[in-house]
Each structure stands twice: as C-alpha cells, then as structure tokens.
C-alpha cells in the first residue's frame, strides 16, 4: 500500500516542481524567470519615458511610454500581440497596469517583471544605454 501510495505522488510532486519554474499568468515574473524568457527570445517592452530609458534599458526591448497618448495602438506597432510579452517599468507599478491593458486588449500571453529595472539591477543584471 505504501508503495502504491508512494507511486501515485511522486509524479504529483513532480509536476508541482516544474509548475513553479513557469511563472503564473497573473502573478509578476521574478528575475530569474525574467532571464529565462528573455533567453527564450520572448519581446521585451519598456513602458517608462524617454529619460528613463536613457539612464539604461534591457538589450532589445522596445520602448512604449505607458503614460504617453496612444499606448496601446503604439504597443501594437512595435510587438506582435500574437507572440509573447515581458513587461518592465522602474519599480513595477505602470508594468502591472500595461500588462493588464495588453491582455485586455487582445495580445496572448504577458508577462510583469517584478521589480522593474530596479530589481534587474538589484540582481546585478547587465542593462545598456
């Protein structure tokens, strides 16, 4: 009995491992997982304004001013809404609410960087100017 027991939940705890490695829907991406999507080829979109992108960005993202007129026609020019998004901010705010707004308005699969820029940076992550 043990054993069939002991049959049944390996697999169980198994495929709870390797559910954590993928990031949620919802729930914002770590760094780690940040990295790995990114090495996947997944698009990047910063949402922040011109000066902050100045002060330094992630290598081959594309930049959409959230707070800018136009966001979301503007995200549709620069991203296929059919392939999928990391989003990243400075802190994490304006990333959540353009994930939000993209998936609302039609793109598959987004994602929120947790954290921003700070955290990638925090992490001691390589950004460039």
Not at 55 to 65: F, I, M, N, P
Not at 78 to 90: E, G, I, M, S, T
Request: hydrophobic fraction near 45%; aromatic fraction near 6%.
């Amino acid at each position: 009995m043990k054993t069939l027991l002991a049959l049944l939940l390996v697999p169980l705890f198994s495929c709870l491992a390797l559910a954590a490695d993928e990031p949620s829907k919802d729930a914002p991406v770590k760094i780690e997982q940040a990295e790995k999507l990114i090495a996947d080829g997944i698009q990047l979109l910063d949402v922040r304004t011109q000066e902050e992108w100045d002060e330094g960005h992630l290598k081959g993202a594309k930049r959409v001013d959230f707070a800018a007129e136009g966001f979301l026609e503007k995200a549709k020019a620069a991203l296929d809404p059919k392939k999928p998004v990391l989003v990243y901010c400075r802190s994490g705010g304006r990333s959540a609410k353009a994930t939000k707004a993209l998936r609302e308005a039609g793109f598959g699969t987004v994602h929120d960087m947790a954290g921003g820029i700070t955290a990638w940076q925090k992490a001691g992550k390589p950004v460039e100017k």
